[in-house]
């Protein structure tokens, strides 16, 4: 939860890095909550409506893009890589790829590696 919650204080910084561990969390506790705010959608608002996941999904839409963009400094590439996915289906599926590679251990031109991995 730590890591979910360094993402959201970083909201709006799209500089510097994030390593694959921070990224991989972030991503997963936020389709968690995304799941069970849908799920929870349908008994309380009675389904006619996605209020509340759409407010949600509005609310970590700057720091999602943040993170994939901290993620994609960190394997040494531009954050313009987020374009792809623009491009239906490949796009999405070379991201998901690139986001996994290994992270670079060295300090690159995006800024110093981060903690714990030099």
Sequence with gaps: MNWYIAVL????VFD?????HEYCMFVAINFLISLLLGILNGPVMGGDTPAIPAVYNLLVFLPAVGVNIRRLHDTNRSGWWLVLLFVPIIGGIVL??????????????FGDAPLGQV
Aim: aromatic share 4%; no cysteine.
């Design 9 to 12: 204080k970083k909201y709006a």
């Design 16 to 20: 510097g890095r994030a390593g694959r």
């Design 96 to 109: 998901i790829i690139l986001m996994m590679l290994p992270d670079d251990k060295e300090n690159n031109r």
